[in-house]
């Protein structure tokens, strides 16, 4: 058998199409991240503001489903499973959903320990000069449950970036979707999936470095 | 309805089978200041987070100007919450533990609860907050964040922020408590001019000397109840009951004072 010969001409060709792909598939991590924050914050609140069994249960449910079962799995069911109730969504439409959903559980968790480690003296502070309810929370507690949750919040960006990927299983065309068609169709798999994955790798990159930036915007000129 | 500037009525509180209030009345004239002193766990920060009821009472009612502050630990109401909120916005707290907001600046410390709700316009809002930060010497701390500042200074702010909102009451649970002794002094000369304005204020400390100097009032308590009251000078050089004695005993041995 002869030796496969790696040419990177393939690699510069497929580029602006990856890079398409690309696009997509921060578009598809963006709107989903972003929808899984505002979630998870819903979640959060209404945790504590309610503080009832039911549900804390259902919580508690949901997020031991998410964490207890792959994301492919979630991801194929989201996509097969909406039509059966009436619901038409485009793969694109089906994926943000189920990144949504998938997401959402990890980042009530991180945003869980943001708030415990929110002094119950923030609290009381605020209500004593007559702040409650939503001012309360939008004003004075979530502010310094996001500065804490920086870090592990951008880690599971992160992770939302390359889970994106699986996407491609139910057609959403997006980066390795993208390269997929690209390598049936000229058989270089190795030169096309190296551009894949430096882009990959480049998105992942500048989102763990924004962590860097973010932290000193707003922890490290706060701390002592 | 009531006369009184501020009444507390037959106060109730448990806490997991500890009783912290029990059956606690209290009225207060507008402009009196009334310190509260006991051993730890006696109720006193109890009785005085249930005047705004930040830990509301299981039973008894507590009035402000005529106005119902609460009277059972039941939900309450959106209105009811609304009515509550603009009567704690006029009992302004001082924790022990400062609890500024380490997210906002120092300026921003003052400013967020008058244009939340006061209601103020940002530019009169930041002009007051400037003008009280002023009179607890923070002026050259506005941009501060509040981590950078001592404990000292964070308590001032924490007065200065209570004070933006006009208050006609102050609540203070062992404002010098948590200081390095060297930053207890700032912190009460700005109590000593809130006295000499005219504040009406109930203070929990251990300041016995400052209680006794500033005090209109003073309460002993311990078991969840007042068990002595009256001029701070003659409780503390006299004490009738055995209790009071022995903390006072207990007061001078730890911290030296004769």
């Known amino acids: 058998m002869n030796k496969v010969k790696f040419d990177i001409s393939y690699t510069f060709d497929a580029i602006p199409r990856l890079l398409e792909g690309a696009f997509v598939t921060l578009q598809v991590a963006i709107l989903g991240f972003t929808l899984s924050v505002l979630l998870a914050t819903t979640i959060t609140v209404a945790r504590t503001s309610l503080n009832s069994k039911i549900f804390n249960s259902i919580l508690a449910f949901y997020i031991s489903f998410i964490r207890g079962t792959p994301i492919l799995v979630q991801i194929f069911l989201v996509y097969y499973v909406l039509p059966v109730f009436g619901l038409n969504l485009g793969p694109f439409t089906a994926g943000i959903i189920a990144i949504t959903l998938n997401s959402a559980a990890f980042v009530t968790e991180i945003l869980r320990g943001g708030l415990a480690s929110v002094p119950i003296g923030q609290f009381e502070a605020a209500k004593s000069l007559g702040i409650s309810g939503y001012a309360l929370w939008r004003k004075i507690i979530l502010p310094q449950t996001f500065i804490t949750s920086i870090p592990p919040l951008v880690n599971e960006f992160t992770m939302v970036l390359k889970a994106t990927a699986l996407l491609s299983m139910i057609t959403v065309v997006e980066l390795m979707r993208v390269s997929q068609q690209i390598y049936s169709a000229n058989y270089h798999p190795v030169e096309v999936l190296s551009g894949t994955f430096v882009i990959y790798f480049l998105m992942c990159f500048v989102v763990s470095r924004s962590s860097v930036f973010l932290e000193n915007r707003f922890i490290v000129k706060r701390a002592r | ?258």
């Open chain 2, 1 to 258: 309805m009531t006369s009184n500037f501020l009444e507390l009525k037959g106060l109730y509180k448990t806490f997991d089978n500890i009783t912290a209030l029990n059956n606690v009345s209290l009225n207060v004239s507008k402009g009196e200041v009334i310190f509260i002193i006991g051993p730890s766990g006696c109720g006193k920060s109890t009785l005085l987070r249930a005047v705004n009821w930040l830990t509301p009472p299981d039973k008894g009612e507590v009035w402000l100007e005529g106005n119902l502050v609460g009277s059972s630990s039941s939900k309450l109401t959106i209105k009811e919450a609304k009515l509550l909120n603009n009567l704690r916005a006029k009992m302004g707290m001082v924790f022990q533990q400062f609890n500024v907001w380490p997210h906002l600046n120092v300026l921003e410390n003052v400013v967020r609860p008058q244009l939340v709700v006061a209601k103020r316009n940002k530019a009169n809002a930041e002009s007051k907050a400037l003008k009280i930060l002023d009179e607890v010497s923070l002026h050259n701390k506005i941009d501060e964040w509040p981590d950078h500042l001592s404990g000292g200074q964070k308590q001032r702010l924490a007065i200065a922020r209570a004070l933006a909102m006009d208050p006609i009451l102050m609540l203070l649970d062992e404002p010098t408590s948590a200081l390095d002794p060297e930053l207890v002094g700032e912190v009460l000369i700005v109590l000593k001019r809130l006295v000499n304005n005219g504040m009406t204020m109930l203070i929990v400390t251990h300041e016995l000397g400052f209680a006794s100097e500033f005090g209109d009032r003073l309460l002993f308590m311990d078991g969840g109840e007042i068990i002595e009251e009256g001029s701070p000078k003659k409780i503390l050089t006299m004490p009738k009951t055995k209790r009071l004695k022995m903390f006072l005993k207990k007061l001078d041995i730890t911290s030296f004072k004769h």
